[in-house]
């Protein structure tokens, strides 16, 4: 497998993991620091077992880890995948930034080559 496979199939993973705003809730709970799974649980209306789905998805994802110290088990967001995910954005938002960039200096050179008709107001006459 390439790395550019490889590296769209964790893209994929990481995007396919934030989809869901349940996960996204997690995660911006992990922003704020470590918990557990039953405080990440607390403020939703789920059974447990949902929302260890839900840690799984984001563990496969890398974008969370879980440590174990005795019976302590906390959940950490890991940002590696977030970084990933937005280096892939902004490297897209360029190309299309440069591309409406481009059609609007196309545009302007229409306007500025079109005659001006003193009798039409600019307005559609339909």
């Not at 496979?5 to 709970?29: G, H, K, N, Q, W």
């Not at 967001?77 to 954005?89: G, H, K, N, V």
């Not at 080559?113 to 107001?121: G, K, L, S």
Request: overall charge negative; some cysteine.
């Amino acid at each position: 497998m390439t790395t550019a496979v490889l590296a769209e199939d964790e893209l994929s993973l990481t995007f396919a993991a934030l989809a869901d705003p349940t996960r996204r809730a997690i995660l911006a709970r992990l922003a704020g620091g470590e918990a557990t799974v039953n405080e990440l649980a607390a403020p939703f209306e789920m059974t447990g077992q949902a929302v260890s789905k839900h840690l799984k998805v984001l563990e496969r994802a890398g974008l969370i880890s879980r440590s174990r110290t005795a019976q302590y088990r906390p959940c950490r967001l890991e940002p590696a995948p977030l970084d990933a995910a937005t280096d892939w954005i902004t490297r897209y938002r360029r190309i299309w930034t440069d591309r409406l960039d481009g059609l609007e200096r196309h545009l302007q050179t229409l306007r500025a080559d079109r005659p001006v008709d003193p009798d039409h107001d600019g307005q559609d006459d339909r």
